[in-house]
């Protein structure tokens, strides 16, 4: 079956790169998505990269797609305090009305 | 302003007391969708809808039933919560199924408790 899976916490100092990983088992999924989760608040659409593409950039974001691996990653440079959040990431499944979600990272900032 | 909107945004309530949370979007979106959030589990699906009179069961539908009168609204009933239904509720709307640029638009959550 389908399953996106994140390690739950991920700690980096400011100013630092943060690199959220992920994977997936879909290999027919069309999308993958991040989101942010900032407290107390809905999810985000921070990005998202289409399967027959390897890379994405936008600003600070970099998203890395391995297909052969079902590897996705983020990648923030120059982590700030505004950072620290939940991510997750996303699979849109084969079918159309369906997206998976991983467990959401913990992002924590260190001065 | 372009946004979902749920209510309440938080509820303590008793075991076996029929509740609803309502959801409501003004972007004119057909599919809407409900979401649980746990601890480790992320986001679950509960049910979706692809438009009006159109509902379908997500990953964990079960002790839950939607209803799709209006587009803009898609209310989340709880017949008889029990207390494995405390979590935090999400809802989420999109002018497609959400892939690409149908970016899901999310409520701010409501977070449940039942006793």
């Known amino acids: 079956g389908e399953d996106v899976e994140q390690s739950l916490f991920l700690s980096v100092r400011e100013g630092d790169s943060s690199v959220i990983n992920c994977t997936y088992t879909?290999?027919?999924?069309?999308?993958l998505y991040w989101y942010k989760q900032e407290p107390g608040a809905g999810l985000q659409l921070l990005t998202y990269?289409?399967?027959?593409?390897d890379m994405k950039q936008d600003q600070r974001l970099t998203v890395l797609l391995n297909k052969k691996d079902k590897h996705l990653s983020l990648r923030i440079a120059d982590t700030q305090t505004g950072d620290s959040a939940i991510y997750f990431c996303?699979?849109?499944?084969?079918?159309?009305?369906?997206?998976?979600f991983g467990s959401g990272t913990r992002l924590s900032i260190r001065p | 302003e372009a946004q979902v909107t749920q209510n309440p945004r938080y509820l303590i309530t008793v075991t076996g007391k029929k509740l609803t949370v309502t959801c409501s979007q003004n972007?004119?979106?057909?599919?809407m969708s409900w979401y649980r959030q746990d601890p480790g589990l992320g986001l679950r699906q509960i049910y979706y809808?692809?438009?009006?009179?159109?509902?379908d069961k997500g990953d964990v539908p079960e002790g839950y039933k939607v209803s799709r009168k209006e587009k803009r609204n898609f209310p989340l009933i709880l017949e008889s919560p029990s207390p494995n239904q405390t979590s935090l509720y999400f809802c989420?709307?999109?002018?497609?199924?959400?892939?690409?640029?149908?970016?899901?638009?999310f409520g701010p959550g409501t977070r449940l408790t039942v006793l």
């Open positions: 879909d290999s027919s999924s069309t999308y």
């Open positions: 809808s692809m438009n009006v009179e159109v509902t």
């Open positions: 996303a699979e849109r499944y084969s079918s159309a009305s369906k997206i998976i």
């Open positions: 990269i289409f399967s027959n593409m």
């Open positions: 972007m004119n979106h057909e599919y």
């Open positions: 989420a709307s999109s002018s497609g199924a959400g892939g690409g640029n149908n970016e899901q638009f």
